[in-house]
């Protein structure tokens, strides 16, 4: 059987260790594989104003028969 990888990204503002594990956690106890992390930068502050969390799960392709 055929599969389709789809991405699902999680924005968040609140860049603490604490709000970026709890998303974590949460999205690959749903079956979700962790990809990564990008960063959106202040320009006034060496902090993240807002972190994109990326994962990654394979679906069954729409129409696609078995093997």
Known sequence: MKSATRWKIVETSSVTDESLEAIVNEWTGQGW?????????????????????????????EGAEGD
Request: charged residues 25%.
């Open 33 to 61: 594989t962790f990809e990564g992390m990008q960063f959106a930068m202040r320009e006034s502050s060496k902090r993240p104003a807002m972190a994109f969390v990326l994962f990654t799960r394979s679906f069954p392709e």
